[in-house]
């Protein structure tokens, strides 16, 4: 298939971006999208002109590297896929595709397609964690977790931080990532010890790095690769509240 | 000159030296930690619980990755599961088996002691991942779940759903989140190292490069630990991680650091087979599929009918057949070997006759759709992405790729390399897996490297060499390893040819899978020796990288790791060539069974073979002779 793209172009951070057009033909439907944009910048390299830069390291879904707005859809058309995994057969001859970063003044653009995302890192450095030292740990069965907690905390933890969430939500808020990290720790008895000051914590971290509030849009639920659900938000709405009150 | 390696291990009966050895190991003051400082290269599994557990203990550590963010490692992929010795099923598992069926796994090429003490503490390792809050699958009564894995007849492995890399390296990363957050980790991120500084034999830094803002500058410390992950990539088409490079490691090779083992790679038998030539990378389909699925092919050569019209007498499940024991469980080496043999035959399926069948079906009218659903759910998923084929209704078609380097840096039993100081962890060193990896045992490696291994050792070594690094000698080298890098970057950005890096990593790939990978022989390898040399020749007159090292330049970044793939392949080609003896995956087609399986020489392959740089010249080979002193060395058989 033929293809037109539209592709954001921005040299160096604060500096003026814009969308520019490239044609790519004879794209098979096997490649994936990434694979698709390689054989771009493999063709403007020969011709010694800049190549588009993009983040990506696995291309199996699961590192959370990758991620652009693929016709104003993070990580673009289909469901629960990230775009390394999103392919070609997802679209027509013919089509024109508009690419452009994640947008958030949380993630400020680096160049391109490439955002940076240490914002959601030091999220996790203020409490996304369990205080154990090495060498502290009880044996594994000395705490046993019932299964459906137990797989309650691997749905939350299956966030791969990439933030399609953030790029999706009206206000950017980095809602649903922060509540997939409180709603595995706070599924499982070892996270209990320090839910309230990780709540706390937490959010106000959130705020801090410039991200907006949660309205309830939900966007963040629908462009999550994982399907993140967002009753993890309401969740950390409520404990949130608790914490406050206390 | 050549020598003969020690890799300094404890004296004592097996299974009290690492106790002892422990023991004996000379501490820190906890009031002195913080004077000594220690960088930690990569976040990985190793990377990231080393750098957490020590500054738990009160070091000052800087952490140091290319990626983004450290929870993005590689290891966020691995997908099976971790082993561990926990015989939690009462079927019979116990360290010594879990060492045993390792170093048989490994075919005999592996440390003993090394391998016995993977095994003590890989207990140690789910108990500290299940107070970390690591999701591991549980059975309904809420205690852990196993699952079984390649090579082994007990079910050791602990998962958490097709996502256990995902999961572990979560739990290291909140470790480490943990020390970045209370102030006692400096965490650079999007920095890649480009030289180690060693001042007489003694590392004392290394040399980063900004990625976002090209600026190159050296660190110092007491020690330097690469956890620098493997280098399958240097095939170009792996499962690993694009990124995945082998700068780090070969950058210490050609400071002094020996290269151990360098052509044993595995190659896994389940991956997705290649489907154009625009393929970047391949995927792994999870060994523990094997657990359900049967691997077949037809029995006529050039049988184009769909797999559900082959009626079942003319399949050939051909590792059931000739391996009834383990059947398609049998080890990675074996599987793919097996695969290749019979696509050779002409009875590979799929476009090119490069792929074989694994059938659910079996198992799908044995336990249900939703179990099996419920086991690999998300494999399948992805398998229907990428391929657009639906696995529930149509067998799934893989073949072998190349997916995890035994070779690496040589480290003695304390996990330091011959350079004093500079300490190698995880997929980075050589150390536990001889020359064919089990299943769900990297994932155990690196994290008992980085939680319980490496903080005694290091301890011990700062105890008894003291901070060292603020010497007139130590500046002028990491100055001149700053300049060296430099000169790297200049010279790559003014070729000005008309090659992209990317061709050249694709072309160096295809020379290394030809005639250095799943089968290898004389000729073959020979002639890569020519080959690979007139590549880098060509790379450094005919190479296009655009742009400036001023800024993120993704093209300036590849082109600097191929240039030094381009250097490695030849040392990997020449280990190849000398080791004249089948090994795991290292499979010699000169030296098979009348049955075809590898032949492994004993009398004169022994050792590990630990690579020198040596300028200009052919590096010198020096051996570490393995004695095993609590196996016997046995046939490898999994008949
Ligand atoms: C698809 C897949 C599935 C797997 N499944 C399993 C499994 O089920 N069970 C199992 O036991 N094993 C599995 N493995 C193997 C296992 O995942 C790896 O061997 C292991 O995770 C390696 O960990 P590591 O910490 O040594 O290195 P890595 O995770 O590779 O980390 C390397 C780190 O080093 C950094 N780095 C490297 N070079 C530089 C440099 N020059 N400068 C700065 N930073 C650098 C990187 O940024 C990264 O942080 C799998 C592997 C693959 C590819
Ligand atoms: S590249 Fe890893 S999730 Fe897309």
Redo the contacts between chains.
């Keep these: 298939m033929n293809l037109r793209l539209h592709i954001w172009r921005q040299k160096e951070p604060g500096a003026q971006g814009m969308l520019k057009a490239y044609d790519v033909a004879d794209v098979s439907e096997h490649m994936s999208f990434l694979e698709m944009l390689d054989v771009l910048n493999e063709r403007l390299l020969e011709n010694g002109e800049d190549p588009v830069a993009f983040e990506h390291d696995c291309r199996e879904g699961i590192c959370g590297t990758c991620g652009m707005v693929i016709n104003g859809r993070p990580h673009g058309p289909e469901p629960k896929t990230t775009v390394c995994q999103l392919h070609m057969r997802s679209f027509h001859d013919g089509d024109s595709i508009t690419i452009e970063p994640w947008r958030a003044s949380a993630f400020p653009v680096v160049k391109d397609l490439v955002v940076d995302r240490s914002a959601f890192d030091r999220i996790v450095q203020k409490g996304g964690y369990i205080s154990v030292n090495t060498g502290n740990a009880p044996d594994g069965n000395a705490i046993p977790v019932p299964k459906v907690n137990a797989d309650l905390a691997m749905d939350a933890a299956s966030c791969i931080g990439c933030g399609a969430c953030v790029a999706a939500c009206p206000n950017a808020s980095a809602m649903l990532f922060t509540a997939a990290k409180i709603g595995h720790l706070h599924a499982l008895p070892q996270g209990h010890a320090e839910k309230g000051a990780r709540v706390y914590n937490m959010v106000l971290a959130m705020d801090d790095e410039g991200f907006g509030a949660c309205t309830n849009h939900l966007e963040c639920e629908a462009a999550c690769p994982k399907g993140i659900s967002s009753l993890f938000i309401a969740k950390l709405n409520t404990e949130f509240v608790i914490t406050s009150l206390l | 000159m050549i020598m003969e390696l020690s890799g300094r291990t404890p004296l004592g009966s097996l299974t009290d030296k690492w106790e002892k050895h422990k023991n004996e190991l000379k501490l820190v003051n906890p009031s002195n930690k913080r004077k000594f400082s220690v960088i930690v290269v990569g976040t990985g599994l190793a990377g990231s619980?080393a750098a957490?557990?020590l500054a738990?203990l009160g070091y000052n550590v800087t952490a140091i990755t290319y990626?983004?963010?450290?929870?993005?490692?590689?290891s966020?992929?691995a997908q099976g599961g971790i082993n561990a010795a926990?015989n939690?099923q009462n079927d019979g598992d116990s360290v010594w088996r879990l060492f045993y069926d390792t170093i048989k796994g490994g075919d005999f090429r592996a440390r003993e002691a090394n391998v016995y003490r993977l095994a003590q503490v890989s207990?140690?390792i789910?108990?500290?991942?299940?107070?970390?809050?690591v999701?591991?699958?549980?059975?309904?009564?809420?205690?852990?779940a196993n699952r079984s894995f390649g090579g082994a007849q007990v079910s050791r492995t602990f998962y958490?759903?097709g996502?256990t890399?995902?999961?572990l390296l979560?739990g290291a990363?909140?470790?480490l989140?943990?020390q970045?957050?209370l102030g006692k980790v400096n965490?650079l991120?999007k920095k890649e190292m480009m030289d180690v500084v060693v001042v007489d034999g003694r590392a004392h830094g290394v040399v980063i490069r900004d990625l976002?803002d090209g600026k190159i500058e050296s660190l110092t410390a007491d020690a330097v630990l690469l956890c620098t992950g493997g280098y399958s990539n240097v095939f170009y088409l792996s499962t690993n991680?694009?990124?995945c490079n082998v700068t780090a490691a070969y950058r210490a090779y050609k400071r002094g650091a020996l290269f151990a083992n360098p052509c044993f790679t595995q190659i896994h038998p389940t991956c997705i087979p290649v489907?154009?030539d625009?393929?970047?990378?391949l995927?792994?389909m999870s060994e523990s599929l094997r657990n359900d699925g049967r691997i077949w092919v037809p029995k006529e050569r050039g049988d184009t009918r769909l797999p559900n019209l082959i009626p079942e007498i003319e399949r050939d499940y051909y590792l059931e057949r000739k391996y009834p024991s383990f059947g398609n469980l049998s080890p990675r080496d074996i599987a793919s070997r097996a695969a290749k043999e019979v696509c050779d035959d002409g009875r590979g399926v799929g476009p090119g006759g490069k792929g074989v069948y694994l059938d659910f079906a079996d198992a799908i009218s044995r336990l249900g759709r939703k179990v099996i659903e419920d086991r690999y759910g998300n494999l399948f998923?992805?398998y229907q992405?990428?391929t657009?084929e639906d696995p529930y209704s149509v067998p799934m078609r893989i073949y072998p790729a190349v997916h995890y380097t035994m070779g690496g840096l040589w480290v003695d039993y304390n996990l330091m390399s011959n350079v004093n100081g500079l300490f190698v962890l995880g997929e980075a060193n050589f150390s536990d897996h001889g020359a064919n990896r089990l299943g769900a045992s990297a994932l155990m490696q690196g994290l008992a490297d980085g939680?319980?291994i490496i903080?005694y050792t290091v301890g011990g070594y700062l105890a008894s060499t003291g901070p060292g690094t603020h010497t007139e000698a130590v500046r002028n080298k990491a100055a001149e390893a700053v300049q060296h890098s430099e000169e790297k970057i200049t010279r790559l950005l003014a070729i000005n040819g008309?090659r992209?890096p990317?061709?050249f990593h694709r072309e160096l790939g295809k020379i290394m899978w030809d005639k250095c990978g799943m089968a290898r022989n004389e000729q073959g390898l020979q002639s890569a020796l020519v080959e690979i040399p007139q590549l880098r020749d060509e790379f450094w007159n005919n190479l296009?990288v655009?742009?400036t090292g001023e800024?993120?330049n993704?093209?300036l970044e590849h082109a600097s790791r191929v240039a030094d793939f381009l250097e490695f392949a030849e040392l990997m080609v020449r280990d190849a060539l000398h080791r004249k003896e089948s090994c795991g995956g290292h499979f010699r087609e000169e030296f098979q069974t009348e049955d075809g399986e590898a032949k492994r020489n004993d009398n004169d392959f022994t050792y590990v073979a630990a690579w020198e740089y040596n300028g200009n010249n052919a590096p010198l080979m020096h051996k570490e002779h393995l004695h095993f002193e609590n196996v016997e060395l046995a046939t490898r058989s999994y008949k």
Excluded: W
């Design positions: 619980s957490a557990t738990e990626n983004d963010s450290p929870r993005r490692a590689h966020i992929a926990k939690y207990g140690n789910i108990d500290q991942c299940v107070a970390q809050g999701p591991f699958a549980r059975e309904y009564g809420g205690y852990l958490a759903r996502q890399g995902q999961q979560l990363y909140q470790a989140s943990r970045v957050g965490l991120t976002v991680a694009k990124a489907s154009g625009y393929q970047s990378k995927t792994l998923e992805m992405r990428i657009g939680y319980f903080p008309k992209t990317t061709s296009r655009p742009g800024e993120l993704q093209s």
